[in-house]
């Protein structure tokens, strides 16, 4: 184990190594098509991740899997907050995340 240093904040380091593995073009062709084929109404970034994990796209169905992706996207005109509710796995009110339409997504270029 190394030891932390003092004043030294470890987590920005892993957080930002862990950044770098993610193959984000694959996972945001992932959330994509979950959002396209599975739920026309949104869905949930637990909702997306439950889909996923059961495709074997990602090793579990936490959210942390999806949600960064969903806001990177969301910053990218890709898809956008659509409204709240209850998730059914947290019991807390949620986003629920869907496509904008391509006409939107090719006014705002």
Same mark, same amino acid.
């Given at each position: 184990?190394?030891? !932390?240093?003092?004043?030294? *904040?470890?987590? /920005? +380091?892993?957080?930002? @190594?862990?950044?770098? =593995?993610?193959?984000?073009?694959? !996972?945001?062709?992932?959330? *994509?098509?979950? /959002? +396209?084929?599975?739920? @026309?109404?949104?869905? =949930? ?65």
């Amino acid at each position: 184990m190394e030891k !932390r240093k003092p004043g030294e *904040l470890t987590t /920005l +380091e892993t957080r930002a @190594a862990a950044n770098e =593995t993610v193959n984000k073009g694959l !996972r945001y062709r992932q959330i *994509l098509d979950v /959002l +396209e084929n599975d739920d @026309a109404d949104g869905m =949930t970034a637990k909702e997306i991740a439950v889909v996923m994990y059961n495709r074997g796209d990602i090793p579990t169905s936490e959210r942390n899997f999806t949600a960064p992706r969903l806001t990177e996207l969301g910053e990218q005109g890709i898809v956008e907050p659509i409204g709240k509710k209850f998730c059914t796995y947290t019991g807390r009110k949620v986003t629920v995340w869907g496509l904008r339409s391509p006409f939107e997504t090719k006014e705002r270029a």
